[in-house]
Nanobody
Framework: VQLQASGGGLVQAGGSLRLSCAASGSIFSIDGMGWYRQAPGKQRELVASNTNYADSVKGRFTISRDNDKNTVYLQMNSLKPEDTAVYYC?????????WGKGTQVTVSS
């Protein structure tokens, strides 16, 4: 499974971004996909997966999936400086978890 994430960038507080993650390869083996993030000096944390959201993003972020395009999205609204991090797309199969290359999201105050 290969994961290609895109859509990061620099945005002002209160703004929006949409991240995309396209899956390829053995996509039939994927049980679920989600988004994680890692801020400098912090551990990687779950942002959104299926219908699960981190408390810090509930009501602001929405995960969705386009099965025809094998793509998962993360719509991020009302962004805050504390959302600044490298965002990673992830897919899980029966045997292992796959990670895409991260995409940087920077929210300026």
């Amino acid at each position: 499974v290969q994961l290609q994430a895109s859509g990061g960038g620099l945005v002002q507080a209160g703004g929006s971004l949409r991240l995309s993650c396209a899956a390829s390869g053995s996509i039939f083996s994927i049980d679920g996909m989600g988004w994680y993030r890692q801020a400098p000096g912090k551990q990687r944390e779950l942002v959104a997966s299926n219908t699960n959201y981190a408390d810090s993003v509930k009501g602001r972020f929405t995960i969705s999936r386009d099965n025809d395009k094998n793509t998962v999205y993360l719509q991020m609204n009302s962004l805050k400086p504390e959302d600044t991090a490298v965002y990673y797309c992830s897919a899980i199969t029966l045997s292992r978890r796959y990670w895409g290359k991260g995409t940087q999201v920077t929210v300026s105050s």
